[in-house]
C-alpha cells in the first residue's frame, strides 16, 4: 500500500514552473491524503499564474499516479491573490488584505453561484436547496445543483436520480439531470451505504472536482448545497468558490439561529454576500383541525435577519407533505405546484434572483471583527 511519502518522493520530481525547485519543496503543496488507492492534494499558486498552472497539475497527477500503489490522484489548484499594500505605502484608502483576499476562479458558462448554508444540520437545508432550485427553474432560468455535502448527500433521494454520470471526455462528467435540472453529487460516485470518512483536503478536492470538472455547459444559477456547520471544509469552499452570495436556512428556536448567526459571520468573514435568511418548519398546521402550532417558536429568523442586517426571504411551514414528497423524489414545487408551500419556495427564489439580477440589496450590515 503507497503512503504519502511515496507520492511526496515522486512529487520531487515535478519541477515548478519557473524551474526553481521541485514541487514537494516548493511549499506550494498541500498534506496528501490517500484513501482506498487514491491521492489528494493541492498546488497553491500566485492568482496571476493561474491560467498556466494547468500543466503544473497534469505533471503532478502523473508522478503521483506512478507510484506503485495509486490507483489515480486528484489534484487540485488554490489561488492566492497578492497581499494588497501596506497602509504606509497606499496613496489612499488604504486597505489590509482579508480573509477573503483568495483569488476565486469562476467556473466557465456558470452566470451566478449561490450557497444554501446552515450553520448547523437538521434545519432542512437540503430540501431548502432543491425547492429553491427548482423556483429558479420555474422562472424559466438555466439552473444546476452541486451537492456539496460529501457527508450526507441528499439530492440523488430529493430528485429521484439513480445510476452513476458518464464521462464526456478526458476527465470531465455529464451531469444528472432531474425536472430539467443539472444536478451532481457525491452520492452518485459512491454507494449510498458507504461511509464518507474523508478528511478535509479529500472533501475539498472532491468538491472542486464536481464543480470545474463536469459539464455544467451555459447555467444562470447553480446551487451549492453546502455541508452543515463552520468548519474547515465550508471556510475552504467559500473562500475558493466564485460565491454571488449565500442563503442562511434556520429554524425559529434559539438553539438553531445561534449557529445560523455563525454561518453569517462566517460567509461575511470571507466576503461572500448574505443573500438573506430562510426560516424552516416556521409553523405547523393540524391537517385535521387547521389549528396553528409553533412547534418551534416562530419569527426567530426574520428578527434575526433584522438585526444582522440581511434580507429575511421568507417562511417555509413544517408540512407532512414537504416531507413525504422528499422522501419520495418529488419535490414539492413540481409535484404540488399551487401548494402554499411551493408558492413560498418559488418567492423566496423570486426574491433572491431580484437581488442577484436587480441589485435589491442588503441593507448595511455591521462589520465584524474577528480577534486574531
Known amino acids: 500500500m503507497a503512503d504519502k511519502e511515496q507520492v511526496r518522493r515522486a512529487l520531487a520530481g515535478v519541477t515548478m514552473p519557473d524551474g526553481r525547485g521541485s514541487l514537494a519543496e516548493s511549499g506550494a503543496l498541500s498534506e496528501i491524503v490517500i484513501h482506498q488507492g487514491k491521492a489528494y492534494f493541492s498546488i497553491t499558486v500566485p492568482a496571476a499564474q493561474v491560467a498556466g498552472a494547468e ?101 440523488p433521494k430529493l430528485f429521484a436520480i439513480h445510476g452513476r454520470p458518464t464521462l464526456k471526455e478526458g476527465r470531465t462528467l455529464n451531469p444528472m439531470q432531474g425536472y430539467g435540472i443539472k444536478v451532481m453529487s457525491i452520492g452518485f460516485l459512491v454507494d449510498e451505504e458507504a461511509a464518507m470518512i474523508w478528511r478535509g483536503p479529500m472533501v475539498i478536492s472532491a468538491i472542486q472536482q464536481m464543480l470545474r470538472e463536469v459539464d455544467w455547459g451555459e447555467l444562470d444559477i447553480l446551487v451549492v448545497d453546502m455541508p452543515p456547520g463552520t468548519g474547515d471544509a465550508q471556510l475552504t469552499m467559500a473562500q475558493n468558490v466564485p460565491l454571488a452570495g449565500a442563503v442562511i436556512v434556520s429554524t425559529p428556536q434559539d438553539l438553531a439561529l445561534i449557529d445560523a448567526r455563525r454561518g453569517v459571520a462566517m460567509f461575511r468573514k470571507v466576503e461572500v454576500p448574505i443573500l438573506g435568511i430562510v426560516e424552516n418548519m416556521s409553523y405547523f398546521i393540524a391537517p385535521d383541525t387547521g389549528k396553528r402550532y409553533d412547534i418551534f417558536g416562530n419569527g426567530g429568523a426574520r428578527a434575526e435577519a433584522e438585526r444582522q442586517g440581511v434580507p429575511f426571504l421568507g417562511e417555509i411551514p413544517l408540512t407532512m407533505s414537504i416531507r413525504e414528497k422528499s422522501d419520495a423524489g418529488t419535490p414539492v414545487v413540481v409535484s404540488e405546484p399551487d401548494s402554499p408551500h411551493a408558492v413560498a419556495y418559488r418567492g423566496i427564489a423570486a426574491k433572491v434572483w431580484g437581488i442577484l439580477e436587480g441589485g435589491a440589496t442588503q441593507r448595511p450590515a455591521p462589520r465584524i471583527v474577528f480577534d486574531a
Open 55 to 155: 500543466p503544473l497539475r497534469k505533471a503532478a497527477e502523473e508522478a503521483a499516479r506512478a507510484v506503485p500503489g495509486i490507483t489515480s490522484a486528484l489534484v487540485t489548484l488554490t489561488a492566492e491573490a497578492a497581499a494588497k499594500p501596506a497602509a504606509s505605502a497606499a496613496p489612499a484608502k488604504p486597505a489590509q488584505p482579508g480573509p477573503g483576499s483568495q483569488a476565486k476562479v469562476q467556473v466557465a458558462g456558470i452566470r451566478h453561484i449561490i450557497a444554501v448554508a446552515s450553520g448547523k444540520g437538521g434545519v432542512g437545508k437540503s430540501t431548502t436547496a432543491c425547492n429553491l432550485a427548482l423556483g429558479f427553474a420555474a422562472q424559466g432560468l438555466r439552473v444546476g445543483v452541486l451537492d456539496a455535502d460529501i457527508y450526507g448527500p441528499s439530492m
